[in-house]
């Protein structure tokens, strides 16, 4: 006879499958995911490289340093009163030259501009970090929901394998008919199909999530018992509209990204503003000239260098009002994106605040069908109901665990993005998230 005790492990078989010691934790994956994953790679290498802009605009500024050295071998030759006469010598020229701006819009829009572009770098590469928490964690889950879906096929196998038995025995005593057996056996064959998907669904989310962390993925950590939602969570939306204008970093990089063109207009409007630069100049000059052959001269000079431009052709008008241009367009974008986070925020405030309620429900439909599913065991006891009872109670109680599982999914990455679009989002999340599962 077939025994409640022998359900459990039915039901639980996928949820133990990659339970060993080989899982890897969420916390794992995402420390894997920032070594190996290339994506993440590149943006940090992309960010190292955006910090030097900065240095590169302050440059501008600062004195610029040179050295000039120079020498040939030289042959003249004199005529003179019908005589000719030809001289060899060698000449050498070493020059050091120092030049500092004083005035200059074009320097000091550089370092603006610089200063503004590697700050931009610092919000694209914050935005990668919250993406590549994002990627991991929702792979992770999608992976575990496979699992879920793969033990509730398995349940459903399992019972219509029992109503052939019962269908069998009814039509060996001539209280069936061949036709339940039929049915009963197509359907079987379909759960036989649907386990089936359900495990190359299951093989499918975890190549993804090994692609993500960049190592091969055996077994995951499952949630623990019991999860509660965080009341952090709930605060008004207005709190994380609020929070999400200052700190998103999508917006950050497109309000540095306006900034940046707006050094870009200085920049080009400065061809039409003239220059003043401070000079410093020392040199030796041996055999500089015929008249000086054989002489050694040193030159020190301090002094100003004032340079005023005219005309470039209209190249400094036509720049100007290309850079303008790509303002507007950066401002359109800054514009467009403060309205996209805000209807990704509205959404994902609203998912996690309709998740609660449902999570509530559900938390109720699992306790309903633990009741059940004992209830129907005192039944079989007395004799009122069959096994195949049981086992619909039990597919029952799967299919709400997986429901109840699923939408503490929903809340979670529902939860992360929020306070992704919120631009709060942080490795600490991913390591308070972990602690929930085992």
């Known amino acids: 006879m077939f025994k409640p005790s022998k359900l459990l492990p039915l039901a639980a078989g996928c949820m133990l499958l990659c339970a060993n010691a080989s899982a890897m934790s969420l916390m794992q994956a995402y420390e894997a995911a920032l070594k190996n994953d290339p994506v993440y790679r590149s943006a940090f290498y992309q960010a190292e490289g955006g910090k030097e802009n900065r240095i590169l605009g302050r440059s501008s500024l600062l004195p610029s340093v040179s050295i000039n050295y120079s020498g040939s071998q030289n042959r003249n030759t004199i005529e003179y009163f019908g005589k000719t006469q030809a001289q060899d010598y060698n000449s050498r020229n070493a020059t ?47 992976a575990l929901l496979k699992e879920d879906q793969l033990a509730l096929a398995r349940t459903e196998r399992d019972m219509y394998a029992e109503q052939m038995k019962v269908n069998a025995l009814l039509y060996k005593k001539g209280e069936g008919t061949r036709t339940d057996e039929l049915e009963t056996r ?93 000079t410093a100049t020392y040199g030796k000059l041996d055999s500089d000239t015929t008249s000086t052959i054989d002489e050694k001269t040193k030159v020190r000079s301090v002094g100003f260098q004032l340079t005023i431009p005219l005309y470039q052709g209209g190249a400094v008008s036509a720049a100007t009002r290309q850079a303008a241009a790509n303002r507007g367009k950066a401002q359109a974008d800054l514009e467009a994106e403060i309205d996209k986070s805000l209807v990704e925020l509205r959404r994902n405030y609203n998912q996690v605040t309709s998740s609660v309620a449902r999570i509530n429900a559900l938390l109720r439909a699992v306790e309903s069908a633990k009741l059940l599913i004992t209830a129907t065991e005192q039944s079989i006891k007395g004799g009122v109901r069959i096994n195949l009872d049981l086992l619909t109670a039990q597919r029952q109680l799967v299919t709400a665990q997986r429901d109840l599982a699923q939408a503490r999914y929903t809340y979670m990455l529902a939860a992360l993005r929020l306070r992704s679009e919120a631009g709060v989002l942080s490795a600490e999340d991913v390591r308070l998230l972990a602690a929930h599962f085992e």
């Open 186 to 278: 197509s359907r079987l064959d379909l759960a036989e199909a649907s386990v089936l998907e359900a495990e190359d669904a299951l093989k499918t989310a975890l190549d993804t999530l090994s692609g993500v962390v960049g190592e091969d993925v055996k077994g995951l950590d499952h949630l623990r018992p019991g999860y509660q939602v965080s009341n952090a969570d709930l605060q008004p939306y207005e709190e994380w509209k609020k929070t999400a204008l200052a700190q998103n970093p999508d917006i950050q990089a497109l309000a540095k990204g306006v900034e940046v063109a707006s050094q870009e207009i200085n920049k080009q409007r400065a061809g039409h503003f003239p220059r003043l630069d401070l």
């Open 96 to 142: 050091v030259q120092v030049r500092q701006p004083l005035f200059s819009v074009d320097a000091w829009s550089r370092y603006k501009q610089g200063k503004a572009q590697s700050e931009q770098a610092e919000a694209q590469f914050a935005s990668q970090n919250q993406e590549v928490i994002m990627r991991v964690v929702s792979s992770y889950l999608e």
